[in-house]
């Protein structure tokens, strides 16, 4: 498979995977916290792996069990994007999370700390 045609389908995948979150996912945790990050499609097209970030602002959110709530969604995933695209091979998905987004708001919050700490000290 080409590149075009690999990122092509990887746009299309990740707009159906993200309407299917916003649409018809029962799960409210799931719903309203997780987001998808990134599609990757394997160059033979037979492994899809969607990268999940979790906007979690409290720390209170218990990440393995959304992660095995994620894994059980897998085969929904997998018929989706079977249903929705004309493609040979449905890929098999497979699921990974993504900190960054949480990671870079931790920095941001020390950031700001370190801020307010120069502030009082001047």
Do not use: C, W
């Amino acid at each position: 498979m080409n590149d075009r045609r690999k990122r092509g389908l990887e746009k299309e995948i990740s707009r159906i995977i993200g309407m299917t979150l916003l649409t018809e996912i029962k799960n409210d945790k799931i719903k309203n916290l997780v987001s998808i990050h990134k599609v990757e499609l394997t160059k033979d097209g037979r492994y899809l792996d969607l990268t999940f970030s979790i906007l979690d602002l409290k720390d209170n959110i218990n990440k393995e069990k959304i992660a095995e709530d994620l894994n059980k969604l897998k085969g929904f995933f997998r018929k989706k994007i079977g249903s929705q695209l004309s493609i040979r091979f449905v890929p098999e998905v497979r699921i990974h999370l993504d900190d960054s987004v949480e990671y870079g708001v931790k920095i941001a919050s020390i950031l700001n700390e370190i801020k307010k700490e120069n502030d009082n000290i001047e």
